[in-house]
């Protein structure tokens, strides 16, 4: 997520990504919170095909797969392993406890459960901390990239359409494999691997097309599609929806992220300082996605020391759910702390490395 792309137009729409991504975990109003999952988390997928490049024998996909164990799975390892050796020093400063957390609160590991945990992390790509509980997208965009990868060995002698045919193979999928396993871990992940590579194609095709959807009356027709789907989903929806809502959650998804391309291109074009800031929040998503949960847990203490709250409450995950909800200004705090806290963290890491290195 933190590679820096050619196209401009496609890091503002990564940063439009990961501050909605941000705003959703921060204890938003719920009627921005159901808009945001419409297609929030697709956009990725989608933005990510764009920059594929057709595998015409097996070297190119040996290359393909080398990257993205590069850019996907060892960043995912290394931050997962950074926050488990954190957990107890975690512990003892409060930002986890018992009694509160995802699951219900954690406890101090012993040296068998970091070996445990460590051999999930790097051979099933779960049981990683809570504070990277965004991380699910780097699994999923992985298993994605390994589908494409093994799509197109097994396609390779399809002459025509072969892409359309993936984008239909990759939907029905995911609803076969919904509807027959649901409640199969192993198969959930293959799932949202599906989901993806649709999303992945859907980017990879739908940008041969732009002239056609990439303008006034494309984004208004997409902007009346999601305005239909959030009054069609009335209790919400996710990529991890049922199999009978894949299709209508697709096309509500598809229809998020084509509007949020083209809004892109209009601010590249006539945004300048909004630009830059979004250039720069487009190029670090990675750091935002592994830091907010953690910059997080700093508003919550705030806001147990404000309201006299016992100091437990600061390991409430995402946030303080009581406060948040009843004082409509805190999930902006929760936002702006979310998103800045780790690109601050990043530049002062940066400046840290240069100076060791020169001495």
């Known amino acids: 997520m933190a590679k820096k792309d050619h196209n401009n137009g496609i890091t503002i729409a990564k940063a439009i990504g990961i ?39 097996s070297e190119a996909v040996i290359q393909f797969l080398k990257k993205r164990i590069k850019g996907l799975y060892v960043p995912f390892v290394k931050w997962s392993v950074f926050f488990l050796l954190l957990h107890n020093l975690l512990m003892l400063v409060g930002v986890y ?12 590991y ?16 779960h049981d990683y901390e809570e504070l990277l509980g965004g991380f699910w997208f780097i699994r999923a965009l992985f298993i994605t990239s390994v589908l494409m990868a093994m799509f197109s060995i097994l396609l390779k002698k399809v002459p025509r359409k072969k892409y359309e045919l993936l984008c239909l193979l990759s939907l029905l999928l995911t609803v076969v494999i919904r509807r027959i396993a649901p409640e199969i871990e ?11 590579a649709f999303f992945y194609i859907s980017g990879y095709l739908l940008m041969r097309y732009k002239s056609y959807w990439h303008n006034k009356y494309g984004a208004i027709l997409c902007c009346f599609i999601l305005f239909l789907s959030y009054l069609y989903f009335r209790d919400g929806i996710s990529m991890g929806c049922g199999y009978n809502k894949v299709v209508t959650f697709s096309i509500s ?5 084509l509007f949020t391309i083209y809004i892109s291109s209009a601010i590249e074009r006539r945004l300048q300082i ?3 800031i979004l250039y720069y929040i487009g190029n670090h998503t990675l750091d935002i996605l592994a830091l907010h949960f953690l910059s997080f847990r700093l508003v919550s203490f705030c806001i147990v020391l404000l309201y006299g709250l016992n100091v437990s409450h600061v390991a409430e995950h995402p946030v303080i759910k ?34 060791i290195k020169r001495s």
């Open 322 to 355: 009581d406060v948040s909800m009843s004082h409509a200004y805190w999930w902006i705090l929760y936002c702006t702390i979310g998103i800045v806290l780790p690109l601050l963290l990043n530049a002062a890491w940066k400046v840290i490395m240069n100076k």
């Open 19 to 57: 501050i909605l991504m941000v705003i959703g975990h921060s204890g938003c109003p719920q009627f921005l919170f159901k808009f945001i999952y419409l297609f929030h988390m697709p956009l990725f997928f989608f933005c990510s095909g764009i920059f594929y490049k057709e595998m015409t024998g």
């Open 186 to 196: 192993f198969w959930r992940d293959i799932s949202m691997g599906t989901l993806g």
């Open 97 to 108: 406890n018992p009694y509160y957390g995802y699951e219900g609160g954690s406890s101090f």
């Open 274 to 276: 909004v630009r830059r």
């Open 110 to 125: 012993t040296l068998s459960d970091v070996f445990q945990k460590l051999y999930l992390i790097m051979f099933t790509m």
């Open 253 to 257: 998804a598809l229809s998020g992220t």
